[in-house]
């Protein structure tokens, strides 16, 4: 651990507040028996200190948490206190990660703010919509956020869920017909996706996957694939399989290429070529 590195991170963030903003802080000092005025010897003090950060925190003052935090002095803190202290002290994300780093020495496993399908849209459309191939970015869910024109072609049209046009789910019960060898690169792979996916604590999309599995479930035959032994896979990069071009009416290959955007670690962005059988 770096604590010269966690101190200067959470220090400068803790110096950055203005106290005015916590409007429950009042009446926390005064619980806490704490004088009105704010500042050691009087001295007035616009930020928040290392007690009242603990008062935020809901700890007893006397313990000191947050000041043995900032003085590296806690070993391997809770991940849940950490995201705690970072909300309250409102790091970037790349403060976030940075404290994670000097703590732990890798990044942090989750975003501290995800990304909001607004934020994401904003942030990719123009990516997506700059490819030549088909691609789209889809959320945690698989709900589509942006496609460019190429992947409305292919598709044809673009599904709002990708999951759900895999599955064949509501509203995509024809969809199946796309996917000439659907039991054996689209139905396995998409299933494991979904198992993976709700195994991920930090996913804020479980109770939209929850759903999907319970239509999964609903169905003998996806309901015996989904609960059979099913080969690990949890993205589609470098996955190479049949599909049917959806305006062209062709069978063809698709190849996919996957990234994960940094700011959304359960976001997918996906660009695809699809070439004809010879």
Known sequence: MDSERV???????????????????PELRHKAGLAAERGPGGRRLSCLSQVEVSLLLGYDP????????????????????????????????????????????????????????LDFREKWEWVVRSQRHAAYVSDGAWNVVAHNEAANALFHPMPQNV?????????????RA???????????????????????????????LRQIEREVLEQPELK?????????????????????????QEVGVMNAAAATPMGAIHGRFIVMTWVPLV
């Open 7 to 25: 101190g200067q991170i959470l220090g400068n963030a803790r110096e950055r507040t203005d106290a005015a903003q916590y409007a429950e802080l």
């Open 62 to 117: 006397a313990r000191g948490v947050y000041a043995r935090l900032e003085r590296g002095k806690i070993a391997n803190p809770d991940p849940g206190l950490l995201r705690r202290v970072a909300t309250i002290l409102n790091l970037r994300e790349h403060q976030w990660h940075d404290l994670y780093i000097s703590l732990f020495g890798h990044r942090a496993p989750s975003p501290l703010r995800p990304a909001t399908s």
């Open 163 to 175: 999951m759900r046009w895999m599955l064949s789910l509501p509203p995509h019960q024809d969809s």
């Open 178 to 208: 796309a996917m000439p060898d659907w039991a054996e690169n689209w139905g396995p792979v998409a299933l494991s996706q979904l198992s993976a996916a709700l195994k991920e604590r930090d996913n804020e999309a479980h109770e939209e």
């Open 224 to 248: 015996a694939l989904y609960e059979s032994r099913l080969d690990s896979y949890i993205h589609p990069d470098g996955s190479r399989r049949l599909m049917v071009h959806g305006s062209r």
